[in-house]
C-alpha cells in the first residue's frame, strides 16, 4: 500500500517509551545532564536503533507493520471474533526450485511443521492441543504456517515460529524420516482419482514445466535428497525477510506490534534479496488443445476446461482483465449459460486461480446425458467466438457491478489479508488492494485484445470425470477419448501391397487424429506416405481415389507425375490420399490437408517393413491480426 494513500498510525506506548518512528510517546522532564547522557546513548546506538525501528500504515481496516527485521505483517483486528488466526507466509515453493531440487519445498515443509505440531502436542511451548490449533502446506508459490488461538497466545506463536522454523536446526534423521513420508505420499496419491485428475490437468496445461506443479516432487530426486542440500535450500528461503504475517480476529493490534518486536528484532536477516529469488524464467505457454477421460465414482459426468492465463506478477494488466472476464461468464444472464441451462446443463461454473507466475482460467459443467456432446461442443465453440457474444456494453457493465459488490464484501472478511498476501510481490502489496479501481476502469478494446490472445487463439486442455458404466452406456470414446501431442507421433504401419487402413490400431489411431483435427482447428496436416521398392509400383482398382485427387487442388498439381497410367497408383500416394480422403468427408476443409508420397529401398525384412507406412506433420497456424487493426482496432462497418 502507498504511504500517500494511507494515514499513518499512532501508537500509543506507555510514559516510560521515548519517541520512534510513526510512534508518539510522552517523555517526562529530567536534568540536563542526563539529558546530555542519553543524547550521547542514542547517537551511538542510531545505527541499530534506525534498522530495527517499525514502519506502520493504516489502510481502511487494515494495518501493515514492516519490522526492522526485514518482517512485513498484514494486521486486521475484528473484536467480533472469537479467535485469532495467526498465519506465516514464506516465498517458498515449487516455483522456486529447479528439477533436480523438485520436492524440497515440501520436504522442509513437512521437517519444520512437525517440530510445531511436536511442541503443540507435547505442551512444551506453553501452547497446546485444547488452545491452539495449526496446520501447514506448500504450493507453487509460498509455504504457509497457521495458527488458531487466542490472544494471550499470539507472542508464544511468534516464539515458536521462530525457534522451529527461522532458527531451526534440521538432522539427517529429519529429513530421512520426512523423506520416507513424502515418498508414501507419491505412491498414496497414484491411488486418488482426484489428485490424478489435476496432474493429467497440470500436464496438459505446461507439458515440459508440469514439474514445476507437483508439490510433492519427483521421487527419483527425493531419493537423492541428503541435509546439504535440503540445508541449502532452507538457508536461502526461510528468512525473516522472506516473512509476511497475516493476523485476524480478535486481538489488540499494539500488543501484537510490540510481541513482534520482541521475538524478531534480533533474528538476522538472509544475505539475499528477496527480489532475485522471484525473477524465474517463465513458463512455456502450452501448444495444442488437448483432452483425457478419467473414470471416476462421480454421479454425473462433469468436464473442466481449463487455460493457460498470466499470472498476477507477469503480467499485471492481463490479471486484471482475467478477473472481469470471470465476473462476465459467471453471470447467469449471459447467451452461454442459457444456452447451457436449456440444454439441461446441472452446473455451469468458471474460477480464475491467479497466481503470481501463471494463472488457470477453469470451466467446470455437468451436462445432462441426453445432450452430452452437444452440450460439449457447444461450449467448446463458444469460448473460441467469445468476442462476438460477450463484448458489448451491457454485459461489461454488468460484471463490473459484481465484481465490485464481491470485492468489497470480501474487503470486509478476514480473508482479505490473505488474498493481499498471496500477491505480495517482493516489498510491493499493491495488486489487490488496487485490484477493484483496476478492474473498473478496463475498457471494451482493452478486453478484446486479452479475449483474442488468451482464448480465441490460445489451446485449452478439457478433462472428463465419469463412471465407467456412463462411459460405455453413451459411447464416450466415440467423441472424446485421450488426446494430447503425441497424435503428431502417429505412424500407420501396413501389409506388403496393401493401401487401406487396416487392423484396430490403425483404425483407433485414425479416429484420435481426426477428433485431434476436429479440436485444434488452427492446425493444419500433412499427410506423409511411403512405400518400399519391393511392392508392387502400381496398385489397382483405384477409380474412386484418383477422381477424388483430381477434385483436390493440392493433389491435382502432381497426378500427373504420379499417376502413369489411370486407373492404376503407385502404392506410397494411394496411402497418403486415402487418409487425407478420410479427413475430407468428415469434415476437414481441403485447406488444411496437404499430402506427400514417397518409395524408399530396404535391404532387408525389417527395413521393408519400416517402410510401409504413413506419418504426419502438423503445423499451427497463427491467426494474427493486420497491422491496420493491431494498431487502430477493427474497421467500423
Same mark, same amino acid.
Given at each position: 500500500?502507498?504511504?500517500?494513500?494511507?494515514?499513518?498510525?499512532?501508537? #500509543?506506548?506507555?510514559?516510560?517509551?521515548?519517541?520512534?518512528?510513526? /510512534?508518539? &510517546?510522552?517523555?517526562?522532564?529530567?536534568? +540536563?545532564?542526563?539529558?546530555?547522557?542519553?543524547?550521547?546513548?542514542? !547517537?551511538?546506538?542510531?545505527?541499530?536503533?534506525?534498522?530495527?525501528?517499525?514502519?506502520?500504515?493504516?489502510?481502511?481496516?487494515?494495518?501493515?507493520?514492516?519490522?526492522?527485521?526485514?518482517?512485513?505483517?498484514?494486521?486486521?483486528? /475484528?473484536?467480533?471474533?472469537?479467535?485469532? $488466526?495467526?498465519?506465516?507466509?514464506?516465498?517458498?515453493?515449487?516455483?522456486?526450485? &529447479?528439477?533436480?531440487?523438485?520436492?524440497?519445498?515440501?520436504?522442509?515443509?513437512?521437517?519444520?511443521?512437525?517440530?510445531?505440531?511436536?511442541?503443540?502436542?507435547?505442551?512444551?511451548?506453553?501452547?497446546?492441543?485444547?488452545?491452539?490449533?495449526?496446520?501447514?502446506?506448500?504450493?507453487?508459490?509460498?509455504?504457509?504456517?497457521?495458527?488458531?488461538?487466542?490472544?494471550?497466545?499470539?507472542?508464544?506463536?511468534?516464539?515458536?515460529?521462530?525457534?522451529?522454523?527461522?532458527?531451526?536446526?534440521?538432522?539427517?534423521?529429519?529429513?530421512? #524420516?520426512?523423506?520416507?513420508?513424502?515418498?508414501?505420499?507419491? @505412491?498414496?496419491?497414484?491411488?486418488?482419482?482426484?489428485?490424478?485428475?489435476?496432474?493429467? *490437468?497440470?500436464?496438459?496445461?505446461?507439458?515440459?514445466?508440469?514439474? /514445476?506443479?507437483?508439490?510433492?516432487?519427483?521421487?527419483? #530426486?527425493?531419493?537423492?535428497?541428503?541435509?546439504?542440500?535440503?540445508?541449502?535450500?532452507?538457508?536461502?528461503?526461510?528468512?525473516?525477510?522472506?516473512?509476511?504475517?497475516?493476523?485476524?480476529?480478535?486481538? &489488540?493490534?499494539?500488543?501484537?506490534?510490540?510481541?513482534?518486536?520482541?521475538?524478531? %528484532?534480533?533474528?538476522?536477516?538472509?544475505?539475499?534479496?528477496?527480489?532475485?529469488?522471484?525473477?524465474?524464467?517463465?513458463?512455456?505457454?502450452?501448444?495444442?488443445?488437448?483432452?483425457?477421460?478419467? $473414470?471416476?465414482? +462421480?454421479?454425473?459426468?462433469? =468436464?473442466?476446461?481449463?487455460?493457460?492465463?498470466?499470472?498476477?506478477?507477469?503480467?499485471?494488466?492481463?490479471?486484471?482483465?482475467?478477473?472481469?472476464?470471470?465476473?462476465?461468464?459467471?453471470?447467469?444472464?449471459?447467451?452461454?449459460?442459457?444456452?447451457?441451462?436449456?440444454?439441461?446443463?446441472?452446473?455451469?461454473?468458471?474460477?480464475?486461480?491467479?497466481?503470481?507466475?501463471?494463472?488457470?482460467?477453469?470451466?467446470?459443467?455437468?451436462?445432462?446425458?441426453?445432450?452430452?456432446?452437444?452440450?460439449?461442443?457447444?461450449?467448446?465453440?463458444?469460448?473460441?467466438?467469445?468476442?462476438?457474444?460477450?463484448?458489448? $456494453?451491457?454485459?461489461?457493465?454488468?460484471?463490473?457491478?459484481? =465484481?465490485?459488490?464481491?470485492?468489497?464484501?470480501?474487503?470486509?472478511?478476514?480473508?482479505?489479508?490473505?488474498?493481499?498476501?498471496?500477491?505480495?510481490?517482493?516489498?510491493?502489496?499493491?495488486?489487490?488492494?488496487?485490484?477493484?479501481?483496476?478492474?473498473?476502469?478496463?475498457?471494451?478494446?482493452?478486453? @478484446?485484445?486479452?479475449?483474442?490472445?488468451?482464448?480465441?487463439?490460445?489451446?485449452?486442455?478439457?478433462?472428463? %470425470?465419469? &463412471?465407467?458404466?456412463?462411459?460405455?452406456?453413451?459411447?464416450?470414446?466415440?467423441?472424446?477419448?485421450?488426446?494430447?501431442?503425441?497424435?503428431?507421433?502417429?505412424?500407420?504401419?501396413?501389409?506388403?501391397?496393401?493401401?487401406?487402413?487396416?487392423?484396430?490400431?490403425?483404425?483407433?489411431?485414425?479416429?484420435?487424429?481426426?477428433?485431434?483435427?476436429?479440436?485444434?482447428?488452427? +492446425?493444419? +496436416?500433412?499427410?506423409?506416405?511411403?512405400?518400399?521398392?519391393?511392392?508392387?509400383?502400381?496398385?489397382?482398382?483405384?477409380?474412386?481415389?484418383?477422381?477424388?485427387?483430381?477434385?483436390?487442388?493440392?493433389?491435382?498439381?502432381?497426378?500427373? $507425375? !504420379?499417376?502413369?497410367?489411370?486407373?492404376?497408383? #503407385?502404392?506410397? *500416394?494411394?496411402?497418403?490420399?486415402?487418409?487425407?480422403?478420410?479427413?475430407?468427408?468428415?469434415?476437414?476443409?481441403? @485447406?488444411?490437408?496437404?499430402?506427400?508420397?514417397?518409395?524408399?529401398?530396404?535391404?532387408?525384412?525389417?527395413?521393408?517393413?519400416?517402410?510401409?507406412?504413413?506419418?504426419?506433420?502438423?503445423?499451427?497456424?497463427? %491467426?494474427?491480426?493486420?497491422?491496420?487493426?493491431?494498431?487502430?482496432?477493427?474497421?467500423?462497418?
Amino acid at each position: 500500500m502507498k504511504k500517500s494513500n494511507a494515514e499513518r498510525f499512532i501508537s #500509543r506506548f506507555n510514559s516510560y517509551k521515548f519517541e520512534r518512528k510513526n /510512534r508518539i &510517546s510522552k517523555i517526562y522532564a529530567i536534568s +540536563i545532564k542526563s539529558l546530555l547522557y542519553v543524547g550521547l546513548v542514542i !547517537l551511538c546506538l542510531a545505527p541499530a536503533f534506525l534498522s530495527a525501528q517499525t514502519e506502520t500504515t493504516v489502510a481502511g481496516d487494515l494495518i501493515y507493520a514492516r519490522e526492522g527485521s526485514g518482517l512485513n505483517a498484514v494486521l486486521m483486528p /475484528r473484536p467480533q471474533d472469537n479467535n485469532t $488466526e495467526i498465519i506465516f507466509y514464506l516465498q517458498a515453493g515449487t516455483m522456486y526450485e &529447479s528439477d533436480s531440487l523438485n520436492g524440497v519445498t515440501s520436504l522442509l515443509n513437512k521437517i519444520l511443521s512437525d517440530k510445531i505440531a511436536n511442541a503443540i502436542k507435547n505442551d512444551k511451548s506453553g501452547l497446546n492441543q485444547q488452545n491452539t490449533a495449526f496446520s501447514s502446506y506448500s504450493n507453487t508459490e509460498q509455504t504457509v504456517f497457521k495458527f488458531v488461538t487466542t490472544s494471550q497466545n499470539m507472542q508464544t506463536c511468534f516464539q515458536l515460529f521462530r525457534d522451529s522454523v527461522l532458527l531451526s536446526n534440521i538432522s539427517m534423521a529429519e529429513v530421512a #524420516r520426512a523423506r520416507n513420508t513424502t515418498l508414501q505420499q507419491i @505412491e498414496d496419491a497414484k491411488h486418488d482419482l482426484g489428485k490424478i485428475f489435476e496432474d493429467k *490437468l497440470y500436464k496438459g496445461l505446461y507439458v515440459q514445466d508440469h514439474y /514445476r506443479f507437483e508439490i510433492l516432487g519427483n521421487p527419483t #530426486r527425493l531419493k537423492t535428497f541428503d541435509r546439504n542440500l535440503v540445508l541449502a535450500a532452507f538457508k536461502k528461503y526461510y528468512a525473516v525477510n522472506n516473512t509476511v504475517i497475516a493476523i485476524t480476529g480478535n486481538f &489488540s493490534a499494539l500488543s501484537a506490534e510490540a510481541s513482534m518486536d520482541v521475538v524478531f %528484532k534480533d533474528v538476522l536477516k538472509n544475505e539475499f534479496n528477496p527480489e532475485t529469488i522471484t525473477k524465474i524464467v517463465d513458463l512455456r505457454p502450452m501448444t495444442y488443445n488437448t483432452q483425457f477421460v478419467i $473414470e471416476d465414482t +462421480i454421479n454425473n459426468p462433469e =468436464f473442466q476446461m481449463c487455460w493457460q492465463f498470466p499470472g498476477t506478477n507477469n503480467n499485471l494488466h492481463e490479471s486484471y482483465c482475467a478477473f472481469l472476464l470471470n465476473a462476465m461468464l459467471n453471470d447467469k444472464n449471459n447467451y452461454i449459460q442459457v444456452k447451457a441451462a436449456k440444454l439441461g446443463c446441472k452446473k455451469f461454473t468458471v474460477q480464475y486461480e491467479p497466481n503470481n507466475f501463471s494463472g488457470v482460467m477453469r470451466i467446470t459443467f455437468q451436462p445432462s446425458r441426453q445432450n452430452m456432446l452437444a452440450t460439449y461442443q457447444f461450449i467448446t465453440n463458444e469460448m473460441l467466438r467469445l468476442d462476438k457474444t460477450m463484448l458489448n $456494453e451491457v454485459m461489461i457493465g454488468a460484471a463490473k457491478i459484481q =465484481f465490485k459488490k464481491e470485492y468489497n464484501a470480501l474487503k470486509k472478511t478476514k480473508d482479505y489479508p490473505k488474498w493481499i498476501v498471496k500477491h505480495w510481490v517482493f516489498n510491493n502489496d499493491a495488486y489487490f488492494p488496487d485490484m477493484c479501481d483496476s478492474v473498473v476502469s478496463i475498457g471494451a478494446n482493452r478486453l @478484446e485484445k486479452f479475449i483474442n490472445n488468451y482464448f480465441t487463439q490460445a489451446p485449452h486442455i478439457t478433462g472428463l %470425470k465419469i &463412471s465407467k458404466a456412463d462411459r460405455n452406456a453413451l459411447k464416450v470414446d466415440s467423441f472424446f477419448t485421450d488426446l494430447d501431442q503425441n497424435v503428431g507421433k502417429y505412424v500407420f504401419t501396413y501389409p506388403e501391397n496393401i493401401t487401406s487402413i487396416v487392423g484396430n490400431d490403425n483404425n483407433t489411431k485414425l479416429q484420435n487424429l481426426l477428433q485431434w483435427l476436429i479440436l485444434n482447428p488452427d +492446425i493444419n +496436416i500433412q499427410v506423409n506416405g511411403f512405400s518400399d521398392e519391393h511392392e508392387y509400383r502400381k496398385a489397382t482398382d483405384e477409380d474412386s481415389i484418383i477422381q477424388f485427387m483430381d477434385s483436390m487442388p493440392t493433389f491435382h498439381k502432381v497426378t500427373s $507425375e !504420379l499417376i502413369k497410367h489411370k486407373p492404376s497408383i #503407385r502404392p506410397e *500416394l494411394a496411402r497418403s490420399a486415402k487418409v487425407v480422403r478420410y479427413l475430407y468427408e468428415h469434415g476437414i476443409v481441403a @485447406e488444411r490437408i496437404t499430402g506427400t508420397a514417397m518409395m524408399f529401398k530396404s535391404s532387408n525384412n525389417q527395413e521393408a517393413d519400416d517402410n510401409r507406412k504413413c506419418t504426419f506433420t502438423l503445423n499451427k497456424i497463427h %491467426k494474427s491480426p493486420s497491422l491496420f487493426e493491431y494498431h487502430y482496432g477493427k474497421k467500423k462497418e
